[in-house]
């Protein structure tokens, strides 16, 4: 819905962050895998507001 009401004050496209395409797992380590932790947010905002 941002990308259609406010597309003309966005500075650049819209970034979806997203779990992986995979089954969600049921061991631990393989769920923290497929869910997108803070590093990969982080990485996606920077990468929007042209920071990296």
């Known amino acids: ?3 259609e009401r ?3 004050y966005l500075d650049a496209p819209v ?3 997203s779990g992986a395409d995979v089954p969600m797992p049921y061991a631990k380590n393989l769920e ?3 869910i997108p932790d803070f590093k990969q947010i982080v990485a ?3 990468e929007v507001s042209y920071l990296d």
Do not use: G, P
């Open 32 to 34: 923290q895998l497929a």
């Open 1 to 3: 819905e941002i990308n």
């Open 44 to 46: 996606a905002v920077r």
């Open 15 to 17: 970034k979806r962050v």
């Open 6 to 8: 406010a597309f003309d």
